[in-house]
């Protein structure tokens, strides 16, 4: 991972401006979750860094222009650049580090280049679905789970198939490791905003639902409903939601097993991602601490 | 062009998401320049039409970028997509349009697409320069050029050298050209916003002054006045000016002969790119039409 962020240092340097270095390096890395995949299927290599180097600057670029909207000052426990810089700063920093990246991306030919790519524009299709299904409530799993696919899945899915790739390996079993590891990732996420508490998320619980997203355990939850529950929590979308209300949806919840579904669908994602690699036991390590933050 | 025209829309709708293909769909195309470059170095052929209308997906991405700022709520005599769908939708309609564009570049191998990409790194660099600059009033010519370079002329310098690439000419000279054409083409906008009257405009004159744009007449100006009128001139940077400041400056400028100055600078770069590619002399008469714009 030293070299990782070696050559991401190397990149941000050659694009040659101060300000954009000093605001890269200000960024907070996160996990660098899909470095890691990359280096563990293509082994660690400088190629494999660089490749891991390319698709992590990607991923900052898409938080960056993820937090371009009027309340994201926040990322990762610390000021956005949306909110110390302004909007179009943190827009052509995201230019910068996606364009610098497709500029690299290039050298590794043409399958794992439009792997890449096509990842990028799903996902910020995914976004614009996102931002379209928040505006009214949405009942509709099959719906809600391409707009996740899309949004939080497409990127790790490309990761993955181009680190096989590289590797000479079968493209697509890591392919579907990938979709369903950031599939059954983002489904926990949604779980946990609904069952951990303000402390554990740094944001007060149920946010999710504030802003209008309707998650999984929400889908689940509407279906079992009677027609007054249903239009109670319809009367709920997109509201700042008050001790009443939260603690009604969590038993309600709790009766009809909303978020036992949904954890369920993850865990059979999960079982599909291990079995598609069963042969790399660190690939399913990965999944199953994944899988357990939930519990 | 028309085939420009249908291979955007054939890449547009590949995205396969509606929303996105109706926001294209109602995007001002503009002028197309850099679509007529292209073919007019290359030739008409399918290949050519494609790297145009790549071209011009980028460039339409790079404006609704631009427009991520509070006040950008027109673009080309229309509301921007900023102003009717939300900055978040701005920002990821371009990021489909720029990682759709980037995909298909990478089938013309390795050197067209890297000339694309960086030139998006460049222009991007430029939009945060230009940013930082409007901050404080800039005095400094050669920082002005250099951000203008960046912001404006890369793009069409890369169009132009990559269609010389394609079409197996010298890629130089077509760089050359491209880079001054673009380079002389923003100083003739800048000195059109001081001399020509708001109804042509569409806009107030000296609106770019007011954005605290301080563009080549201005930094020509400053040079030319005493102390006093120096102070005048800073003390009205990123103002909003009243009929007596712009009387003032328009004043000064003719006295000191500002304008001509900036307009003999983009007279000179626009002879340079003529000599460039002598033998063209369809890409002459490009450069004798936009400059005469400003007589």
């Known amino acids: 991972m030293e070299e990782v962020e070696k050559q991401l240092n190397r990149l941000i340097k050659e694009v040659g401006y101060k300000k954009a270095e000093e605001l890269f390096a200000k960024l907070n890395g996160g996990k660098r979750l899909r470095a890691k995949l990359i280096l563990k299927i293509a082994g660690e290599n400088e190629k494999s860094a660089l490749l891991a180097a390319i698709v992590e600057m990607i991923h900052a670029a898409s938080l960056l222009h993820d937090d371009v909207i009027d309340d994201a000052m926040l990322r990762r426990g610390q000021a956005s650049v949306n909110a110390t810089e302004g909007s179009k700063t943190a827009v052509m920093l995201g230019d910068i580090l996606y364009s610098k990246a497709f500029g690299e ?53 490309a990761a993955a198939a ?4 590289l590797a000479g390996k079968e493209k697509h079993k890591y392919a579907v490791y990938g979709k369903n590891l950031g599939l059954s990732f983002q489904i926990i996420d949604d779980i946990l905003d609904i ?69 369920a669908l993850a865990k059979r994602l999960s079982e599909e991602a291990k079995e598609a690699v069963k042969e790399e036991s660190e690939l399913a390590a990965i999944l199953d601490k994944m899988i357990q933050r939930s519990h």
Chains 1, 2 share one sequence.
């Open 162 to 165: 181009s680190a096989a790739l």
């Open 105 to 157: 991306l290039v050298g590794f030919g043409e399958e794992i280049a439009k792997t890449i790519a096509s990842s990028v524009t799903a996902l910020s299709v995914g976004e614009m679905m996102d931002v379209e299904m928040a505006k009214s409530f949405n009942a509709n799993e099959k719906k809600y789970l391409k707009m996740l696919y899309l949004k939080t899945a497409t990127l790790i899915e």
């Open 195 to 263: 069952i951990a508490d303000e402390k554990t998320l740094g944001k007060p619980a149920m946010n999710d639902y504030t802003e209008g997203k309707v998650t999984l355990p929400y889908i689940y939850l509407f279906d079992s409903l009677d027609d007054e529950g249903k239009e109670r929590l319809i009367s709920l979308h997109a509201k700042k939601l008050n001790d009443e209300d939260v603690k009604w949806i969590r038993s309600q919840m709790q009766k009809h097993h909303s978020i036992e579904k949904a954890y």
